[in-house]
């Protein structure tokens, strides 16, 4: 469909890597599929004299069981399902490292094309996801325009091909996970033909379907606004923001842009958890819950506290955090600009130039959202917790700046970091 895509790249140490990423199931589906729809390597046939073949095909490629199936004779359907076969009987027999020999030097022995490595490359970051750097951006439209946000996916990967032809050699490719739609560009500017660009040549987008928002890996500087100019024609937009939301977890960097006023305690109407017939006579019976179990974790016999101040946490945590689990943030940075207390006041510090004291915070985790939560419950923090902490769900961003008011330390003013 797009230009490079029979492009071949024979075997190297760069596309070991690639093919390396996966098991050896995953390689023996893809050689399955790609028999019937890539163009294979013939074995053998009229066309070959047997002396050429020898040297072409030495005895490291192939084993007794082929030359025993008479290949030479085989039409070229008939070598399919041989080769199937062979593919077949490696699940059970064979070595990860026996499968990619036949593919790379059997199979297709003068390489794979470029689609095949796009796919498998997909094919492993989707399942990997965390393995990148993720940044949002946002598409932003002009009012009146026509809604980008619905394009047709079978037709991103010649458009965003068309946008970046003018500014160097690529390729483009697609793979549709439910309502995640990868995209992944392979920069070639300067290199050799036949030669696979290097993993910092290679930038993925993930779109969230029929949404404004999309995810974008880290790229180079030189490429960055050829690539954000093609994609902002893609999706018909007025601009691209850059929006200060970053993170290794797609699902739940998209949980946060796309359900930002359904997160917290609202997340049960989001998640469908809420009773479908609340006029029912009948009463659905809970098996109770012991709140001193739940936090005391088989450990009550170390430290014995009041119940009621654990269910007082309790409600708290429900109504802040909801039941359900927090979307998984790495780091939130903070920058906290405090007044002066009284006693700075006394030695006229601040007041000179009228600025606020500021703090930088970081707070870095598996899930950091999760782990404030938890706070509360096991008796780390006190509650009421400041709304900067407890509304982080709804932000949809892990940079955030706070202005304490000078008089009254409860009021805040929140705002989200510009990008950067």
Known sequence: MVGMDKELFPDTIALRRI???????????????????????????????????????????????????????????????HAAKRYEGMREKGTKKKVADRMLTVDWSTGLNARQIAELDLAYYSEYPNFKNWKALKLNYTEGSSDGTRVDPSKIERTFSYFLTPYFKHHV????????????????????????????????????????????????????????????????????????????????????????????????????QIDENPLSNVHKKRKPEDLQDKYSRGMRDIRAEDITKIATRDRFVATEFGRNAQPRLERIDLQLN????????????????????????????????????????????????????????????????????????SKQRISSKTAG
């Not at 095909?57 to 039409?75: P, Q, T, Y």
């Not at 290097?198 to 949404?211: G, H």
Request: charged share 25%.
């Open 173 to 272: 490719q697609i793979s549709d996970k439910k309502d995640m739609l990868w995209i992944r560009i392979s920069i070639h500017d300067g290199l050799a033909p036949h030669v696979l660009p290097a993993p910092l040549s290679v930038v993925y987008f993930i779109w969230f379907r029929d949404s404004s928002y999309l995810l974008s890996s880290a790229m180079k500087v030189e490429w960055r606004d050829f690539v954000l100019e093609a994609l902002l024609r893609l999706f018909k937009a007025s601009e691209i923001e850059e929006w200060p939301l970053t993170g290794k977890y797609p699902s739940s960097l998209g949980e946060l842009l796309l359900h930002k006023d359904s997160q917290g305690s609202h997340s049960q109407y989001r998640l469908n």
């Open 19 to 81: 093919v390396g990423h996966h098991s050896k199931d995953a390689l023996i589906d893809f050689a399955l599929r790609w028999i019937n729809i890539h163009d294979i390597t013939r074995i053998g046939g009229p066309a070959l004299e047997e002396e050429d073949e020898d040297e072409q095909f030495n005895e490291f490629m192939l084993d007794d069981e082929d030359w025993n199936a008479s290949i030479r004779r085989m039409s070229l359907t008939q070598y399919k399902a």
């Open 338 to 409: 405090l007044p002066y207390t009284s006693e700075a006041k006394d030695f006229d510090l601040g007041r000179l130039t009228k600025q606020p004291f500021p703090i930088k915070v970081v707070l870095e985790g598996t899930n950091v959202i999760e782990g404030i939560k938890s706070l509360i419950p096991l008796g780390v923090a006190q509650n009421p917790m400041p709304k900067f902490l407890t509304e982080l769900h709804s932000m949809a961003t892990n940079s955030l700046t706070v202005d304490v008011d000078e008089e009254d330390a």
